[in-house]
């Protein structure tokens, strides 16, 4: 579950727009931001859970997202929507608290074409067989620079679009492209056993 940290939401702050909220706590208004973080409060942290792959390294993050996402909402210039940009201060918060928990350079990065994703579950697995591939899809996250971990989160596990992802992550289509390719390569060898046995070469 998301941490509860937040500043609770106002009611009648319920039917506004995104940017009307970050707007009226910009001017002031106390419940606004509460109302819309918790709005979004849910893929926020599954995006932070999934980065981070510990809750309590999630809700570190997701708390320091939170923070950075209050003080710097004046920042915003509205050239993309609220939810890009409250998605890209929490996976910017995760990516840093990596980068000081585990100092991990990453790899030059080429363009490459786009693969078929890795992380699908099949359908009609056992619910234990479904769960144990997702601790293993997780064990084998946790070996990819961040870079490439957040790239494939956005995209294969929160279904964004590379344009989406890309916005996310402030950086050009093309890098996010080759990021999930470089990513998925390096997923290949590490989850072959999720793989069905005809499709294998």
Request: hydrophobic residues 40%.
């Amino acid at each position: 579950m998301p941490p509860d940290h937040v500043l609770p939401a106002d009611p009648d702050d319920a039917g506004l727009p995104d940017a009307e909220l970050l707007r009226r706590h910009v001017a002031g208004d106390p419940d606004a931001f509460g109302t819309l973080v918790g709005r979004h409060r849910d893929r926020l942290w599954a995006v932070a859970l999934r980065t981070m792959r510990n809750p309590e390294d999630a809700a570190d993050a997701l708390q320091d997202a939170y923070i950075s996402a209050f003080r710097r909402a004046g920042t915003f210039r509205g050239e993309s929507q609220v939810t890009t940009w409250l998605h890209r201060v929490v996976v910017n918060a995760c990516l840093d608290r990596l980068r000081r928990m585990r100092t991990r350079a990453a790899d030059p990065l080429p363009e490459d074409l786009d693969r078929a994703g890795m992380l699908a579950t099949a359908p009609g697995a056992d619910p234990l067989e479904q769960q144990q591939q997702r601790s293993d899809v997780a064990a084998a996250l946790a070996q990819l620079n961040p870079d490439q971990r957040a790239a494939l989160v956005l995209v294969d596990m929160q279904g964004y679009s590379v344009e989406e992802a890309a916005g996310i992550l402030r950086c050009a289509p093309g890098t996010v492209k080759s990021r999930c390719a470089r990513g998925r390569a390096r997923l290949v060898p590490l989850l072959a056993d999720l793989q069905p046995t005809a499709g294998r070469r």
